[in-house]
């Protein structure tokens, strides 16, 4: 079965750095897109970053963009957000989602585009 498992989430202090990881199993990684969503106490899930099975085409949410970074390894079937100038908004559980696409630069941003979900991770900024 499809397993998606995220890591490398934690506490750290506004203006830091944080890199999640998440390592999938169970598909054809390099046919998928990959994003990040994050859900805040209180708040619906949101859409932070995707990623085109190609690694090349990738699409920001414009609360993170310029901050975050995400990157993919097909040969480790791993995907990575690298997150900087973090700010207690940033707050959330984050999560990540594959979406099977034609094409290696198709990205998605709309979480009903996304069949196969992690467990989630929890980053806390502290201001």
């Known amino acids: 079965q499809v397993q998606l498992v995220e890591s490398g989430g934690g506490l750290v202090q506004a203006g830091g750095s944080l890199r999640l990881s998440c390592s999938a199993s169970?598909?054809?990684?390099?046919?998928?897109?990959m994003g990040w969503f994050r859900q805040a106490p209180g708040k619906e899930r949101e859409f932070v970053a995707t990623v085109g099975w190609g690694g090349v085409a990738t699409y920001y949410a414009d609360s993170v963009k310029g901050r975050f970074t995400i990157s993919r390894d097909n040969a480790k079937n791993t995907v990575y957000l690298q997150m900087n100038s973090l700010k207690p908004e940033d707050t959330a559980v984050y999560y990540c989602?594959?979406?099977?696409?034609?094409?290696?630069?198709?990205?998605?941003?709309?979480?009903?585009?996304?069949?196969?979900w992690g467990q989630g991770t929890q980053v806390t900024v502290s201001s």
């Open positions: 169970g598909l054809i990684f390099s046919s998928y897109c």
């Open positions: 989602a594959a979406a099977q696409t034609s094409s290696r630069r198709d990205v998605r941003t709309l979480a009903n585009e996304y069949g196969y």
